[in-house]
């Protein structure tokens, strides 16, 4: 009989640690070694038990992030998010092409997102210009856009209201400043650490490992480093065009429905490119992903 639910916060090859929301950490085993694995954010039922607890089972997931393994198979990485938030800063200078793959991966799970521009204190470097172009596609696209700085503390709270009770996970490039929201956010971060160490019996905890940590107003920040450097093989061309509905509108009015928007005539969305309703840039990340999608669809196919 399960004894309760718990909220997975790792999961390993041989095992995972289950918090009981009660104020304790168990280390527990799958059943058999056909059990599906539960994944980071799983909600689990649970048997308590020495030297290992047992999982029972799985509850139904309310989205799963997937990362292709190295054949580009989807495996399971990350269960039950609430908001994919995005960092960007002034440095490094920010990869357009980065923010949009998460964006195709949230639309996608349909998990809302948040633009964090970081690193305020440096607005004043040249980059801080591609900044705002990234903000404003994103107002465009309806997902909020909070700025601030970890350094400073500008902004936090604001970060704090939008995502209370939310099960967040940061996403962005090195040294845009992860880590130190996640700190800011959570301020018994070491501690947790420690007691996550010491449940598992792994010695120090290595940062290599999805973990979940739970955030003092009920919601938790997911730390994923193989979230961090997704890529999307495993999705399909249909998913990409959904993260570009100015695409998808303006080719409603291309003559030919396969029109791969190259040179076909009266192309809907190269003459949105020359309107200034598709930016340059926009047109170019659409492409970029597409043939990279359009190359795993093949492989798919056995071709
Ligand atoms: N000026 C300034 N520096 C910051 C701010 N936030 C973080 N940094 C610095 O930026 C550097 C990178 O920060 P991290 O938090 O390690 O960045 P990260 O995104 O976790 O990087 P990875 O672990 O490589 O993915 C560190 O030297 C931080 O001190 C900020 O708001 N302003
Ligand atoms: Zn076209």
Redesign the pocket.
Known sequence: MSRATGLVIMSTADHCLVDDLAGGLHRCRLRGRRASRPVCGDRVRWTPGAPDGVIDGIEPRRNLIERGDFRGRPRALVANVDRLVI?V?PEPAPDSLLVDRYLVLARTLAIPMLLWC?????VDRPSAQTLNTLRARCHRLDIPVLAG????GAGLPALRDQTRGETIILV??????????TQALIPALSLRIGEISATSGQGRHTTSETTLFRRDDGGALIDSPGV?TLRLDHLGSEAVDQAYPEILEAAGACRFRDCRHDREPDCGVREGLAAGAIEPERFENWRRLRRETDTADTAERGG
Do not use: E, F
Request: proline share 0%; no cysteine.
């Open positions: 960092v800063a970081n690193k305020q204190d440096l700085s970890t350094t400073t962005g490039q090195s040294g845009v400043g992860k880590s130190s929201i961090r």
